[in-house]
């Protein structure tokens, strides 16, 4: 009796260490839906409902490097979402995330064109400093304080256009032209723009707490640039302005702009609705637009 006992323990003994060897060989289950493309993992998607993500840095034995458009679009309940410096892409990836409040960027991160658009709560994003695409990244995240392109960007269209409560904002050298970057940021201040900045189409429409912007004398296409800013008093041109269109209109409180050229290529009404302001030589225009 005793010996079929031990027997019986020693079968029982054997069946759970395979057992355990059996489910600790078992693939790890993800919530992350991905696909292998060109030897690398890329996110499409997300089951969980985990409210702070880590993307992982392999997934299926690779390495991640892209997160795909719309992956978590509109997920409710995410807050912080953290990537680390194997993705490069992340173009569009985490649109209109009713809660997302934090994210934290690695440093491989290359193109991230509307890739937080119209998260409504992020308040802050840390890192992304190698980021050279950041159009519309941003834009209608009504509760981001703080902004940051970094340098050699190549695209910066409405990346922060609509932030209502952005206050502080640090361009860095290397971008040329900044079309609608800063539109409707209603409580931006001051900024100081590189000198590599030559075009600014639409760049500060509707800036109505912006006093100060310095570093203009490098612009040479002013568009639309400043219309509606109904706080800025006084504006240093350069002397290479070639194109002025609506440029100052609605600026109330402009009393004096320095640098203006006496010529420009193309011009039309630029200081319409400027009450405060009492002496301004309108520049001539190219004998096209005359």
Known sequence: MRRNCRFSLLILLIFSMLLSVSCGGRKKKTDFIYKITDGYAVIVGYSGIDSEITIPKKLGGKTVKKIEEN????????????????????DYAFTECPDLVLVELGDGIKTMNGAFKDCPKLETVIGGKNATELSEAFMNCASLTSGYIPQNATACASTFRGCKALTDVKIEEGITALPFTFEGCASLKQVML?????????????????????????????????????????????????????????????????????????????????????????????????
């Open 194 to 290: 590189p000198t590599t900045v030559t075009e600014a189409v639409h760049t500060f429409e509707n800036c109505t707490s912006l006093i100060s912007v310095t570093g203009c004398t490098n612009l040479t296409v002013l568009e639309n640039t400043f219309a509606g800013c109904t706080s800025i008093p006084h504006i240093a041109l350069g002397t290479n302005v070639k194109i002025l269109k609506g440029a100052f209109v609605g600026c109330t409180s402009l009393m004096f702009l320095d640098g203006l050229p006496s010529e420009v290529e193309s011009y039309s009404p630029s200081f319409t609705g400027c009450i405060a302001l009492t002496e301004m030589i309108i520049p001539k225009m190219a004998e096209s637009e005359a």
């Open 71 to 90: 992956a978590f679009r509109g997920m409710v309940g995410l807050k912080k979402v953290t990537i680390p410096d194997t993705v490069t892409e992340i």
